[in-house]
Nanobody, 114 residues
Framework: QVPLVESGGGLVQPGGSLRLSCAAS????????MGWYRQAPGKQRELVAG???????NYADSVKGRFTISRDKAKNTVYLQMNSLKPEDTAIYYC????????WGQGTQVTVSS
């Protein structure tokens, strides 16, 4: 069973919106945080947003005010609502889950282009 399953990537025009979802399998227990990283071609992977069990969230400066992270703890799912997308948001987005181990999703491509 794949530990994390992502969905919601795709092609969108600048200024558009996308919503990413990531569901953790039921075999992962004691989750205390989930979130998203991204990696653009030729660049290092960077944290986009994270959310812990206390409701605390953190965002990369480049996405503050445009992206919103949320969690459904009952479903072990994390969402990333991305608004006002820019070409520089183009990257592969990876979901992560912090539990007793660190888990990663397979990545979903987000392309912002006209």
């Amino acid at each position: 069973q794949v530990p994390l399953v992502e969905s919601g990537g795709g092609l969108v025009q600048p200024g558009g919106s996308l919503r990413l979802s990531c569901a953790a399998s039921g075999r992962i227990s004691s989750i205390y945080a989930m979130g998203w990283y991204r990696q653009a071609p030729g660049k290092q992977r960077e944290l986009v947003a994270g959310a812990n069990n206390d409701g605390e969230t953190n965002y990369a400066d480049s996405v503050k005010g445009r992206f919103t992270i949320s969690r459904d703890k009952a479903k072990n799912t994390v969402y990333l609502q991305m608004n006002s997308l820019k070409p520089e948001d183009t990257a592969i987005y990876y979901c992560y889950c912090s539990a007793q181990n660190m888990y990663w999703g397979q990545g979903t491509q987000v392309t912002v282009s006209s």
